[in-house]
């Protein structure tokens, strides 16, 4: 097998992964919405965080071209992804902010919610758990072993 054929393979490879893991991600985001365990936006996940960090089991950051050079929203993700990983909480980015809002929905009056930080949460006491939260934390160390410390995950698409 030649360089160029195990380059191929892996990038193939490589491909299958990405969609297994973006259609964990959509799998957990809509579980999660069902048992009412997210907090969607980065002002109520920073609150969630300094309130109760213990009850965050993954966090998701969305981003895109039009928020690339926002250096306001780009403070927040690297204070978030900080206190993530001082408090070993997994962290994904999502390149796709509008699916990623389609996905947890609008607030009571229908308007989208800002979904540029997503947390997963538990309820405490009798931790819910979810296969593709499993997934996507094996996912997640795997990726910090190959020093991907946020890893990109894109979603499947609509």
Not at 32 to 49: F, H, I, P, R
Not at 72 to 89: E, K, P, V, Y
């Amino acid at each position: 097998m030649t360089f160029e054929e195990i380059r191929s393979q892996e990038r193939a490879e490589s491909g299958d992964r990405m969609h297994a893991m973006g259609a964990a991600l959509e799998e957990l985001l809509v579980s999660a919405k069902k048992q009412d365990n997210l907090t969607v936006g980065v002002y109520e996940s920073a609150k969630v965080m300094n309130v109760d960090p213990d009850s965050v089991a993954f966090c998701v950051l969305a981003t895109d071209e039009e928020y690339e050079y926002d250096i306001a929203l780009q403070i927040h993700f690297t204070l978030i992804q900080a206190f993530c990983f001082d408090n070993d909480i997994n962290i994904v980015r999502v390149n796709d902010i509008g699916h990623l809002a389609d996905l947890v929905g609008g607030d009571e009056s229908g308007e989208q919610k800002d979904a540029h930080c997503i947390l997963v949460t538990n309820p405490g006491e009798g931790m819910w758990k979810d296969p593709a939260l499993e997934k996507l934390s094996l996912f997640c160390v795997e990726s910090r072993s190959v020093y991907e410390w946020v890893p990109t995950v894109t979603l499947p698409e609509r």
